[in-house]
């Protein structure tokens, strides 16, 4: 038996494709192959169990530049379906959404069962899904058409949809050798940095508003609030940092200096008079009693000791040296980071199949016609916020579309 088209991997971009598909055509034969025993399972535990479906995030020059792989190759695809596509199509089929201040999309019911129930209800009956149904290989057949060896059986289909998901390593993309396909070497990305400093750690839970963090030696920069925990640095600069940096910090191991200004609007001149003229002002007032710059107190009190400033210092007596190490910290304050932390059990893969064998206008292989590819699979991955299923969504969508 020949399926119209084979869906492989049951996640949030092959059961979109799936749903857009026996919706636009009822009459196709659509079978979908999970090597697990459960469909969609990432969004079910996505955002921390409400699944962040999308962003706000109209713009689509605006929406690349939160790929840090992608970026204006996906031009093409988000023109097709942006995050307003995602939202309404959501809408359209009975899921009320939410945008949040910070332009996260949610489902109302803050529960990703809904997200689930209704990929469901379209799929269920007319796509038919087989569990634990692990793919091994995909064979070319030279009259068109595709074999796919399954771990129970042999399956032939006119179409195939490859939506396995991010494999960490590189091992694990050999079940496609024989389609020659360029593998970009996997590595994570979205994580935290750990930095072995209990003075840092004693502020676990400070954050400030808008940091701007560097990778040092490189042009590698992020910005946003940065939020200080028990094991190091997290909050949005640094998953961004991971996620633009995530091929470098690999190949360094994961052991590297960065270095953090507390607020990314300052410039060192405007720091370096706006000291000088509060030390005029105030030149009897203990330096660590009063925090500058709008910055947490226990943050001021920690630049200064890491700064050689005692604690009973007055600013008369500050002396040149002191005041070029303060503001040395405030500007450009360097950490050693020695290893990296997921962020909420949610991480994406840096790499997977190169964006050059696909044509992102259908998603379809530029190499074997009848062959679509989409999702984390892909080279693509987005900072955390909605953009990872957005892609997810957008490539299942389009394929969809021109597959038949
Ligand atoms: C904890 C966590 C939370 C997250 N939260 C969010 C969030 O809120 N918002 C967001 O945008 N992104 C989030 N992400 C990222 C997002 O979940 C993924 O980017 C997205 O699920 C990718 O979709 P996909 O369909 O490509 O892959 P997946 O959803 O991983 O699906 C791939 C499927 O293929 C199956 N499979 C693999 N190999 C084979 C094979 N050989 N044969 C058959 N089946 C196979 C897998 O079992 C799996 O079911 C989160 C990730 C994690 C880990």
Redesign the pocket.
């Known amino acids: 038996m020949t399926w119209d088209l084979i869906i492989?991997?049951?996640?949030?971009?092959?059961i979109f494709c799936a749903a857009n598909a026996i919706e636009k055509f009822p009459q196709k034969r659509i079978l979908v192959?999970?090597?697990?025993d459960?469909?969609?399972?990432?969004?079910r535990?996505?955002?921390g169990g409400?699944?962040?479906?999308?962003h706000a995030c109209p713009e689509i020059s605006n929406l690349i530049k939160f790929y840090p792989r992608g970026g204006k190759k996906l031009i093409p695809l988000f023109k097709q379906f942006d995050c307003n596509q995602t939202a309404t199509w959501f809408e359209k089929r009975g899921v009320k959404l939410k945008t949040e201040p910070d332009g996260r999309v949610f489902p109302v019911t803050n529960s990703s069962d809904t997200i689930i129930e209704c990929l469901k209800k379209i799929i269920h009956k007319s796509v038919e899904i087989r569990f634990s149904?692990?793919?091994?290989s995909i064979i070319p057949l030279p009259k068109g058409g595709f074999e796919l060896k399954g771990k129970n059986e042999l399956y032939f289909c006119e179409h195939v949809f490859v939506?396995?998901?991010?494999?960490p390593k590189l091992q694990g993309y050999n079940?496609l050798d024989p389609l020659a396909f360029r593998i970009e070497p996997p590595v994570p990305s979205l994580f935290t940095f750990n930095i072995q400093e209990a003075k840092l750690h004693a502020l676990s839970g400070i954050s400030v508003k808008n940091a701007y963090i560097k990778i040092s030696g490189t042009k590698i920069e992020a910005y946003g609030p940065l939020l200080i925990t028990h094991w190091g640095l997290s909050g949005p600069a640094t998953l961004k940092l991971s996620a633009f940096g995530a091929r470098i910090v690999e190949e360094k191991k994961y052991q590297f200096e960065i270095q953090v200004r507390w607020d990314a609007d300052w410039t060192e001149e405007w720091l370096r008079n706006c000291i000088s003229d509060y030390a005029s002002s105030h030149p009897l007032r203990k330096i660590a009693n009063h925090s500058l710059f709008n910055l947490p107190q226990r943050i001021w009190l920690y630049l200064v000791d890491a700064s050689n400033i005692s604690s009973d210092q007055i600013w008369s007596q500050l002396s040149k040296k002191s005041n070029n190490r303060l503001i040395e910290n405030l500007f450009r304050m360097p950490f050693q980071v020695a290893g990296k932390t997921t962020y909420?059990?949610?991480?994406?893969t840096c790499g997977g199949i190169s964006l050059d064998e696909i044509d992102l206008h259908t998603m379809q292989s530029k190499k074997w016609p009848g062959l679509y590819v989409?999702?984390?699979?892909l080279d693509i991955?987005?900072l955390?916020?909605?953009?990872?299923?957005?892609s997810?969504w957008a490539s299942?969508y389009v394929a969809a579309q021109n597959i038949f």
């Open positions: 492989i991997g049951g996640g949030a971009s092959g192959l999970e090597k697990s459960k469909l969609l399972s990432k969004v535990i996505s955002g409400r699944c962040n479906v999308t149904e692990a793919v091994q939506a396995a998901g991010g494999i079940w909420k059990d949610e991480f994406v989409g999702g984390e699979i991955d987005g955390t916020g909605g953009f990872n299923f957005q997810a299942g």
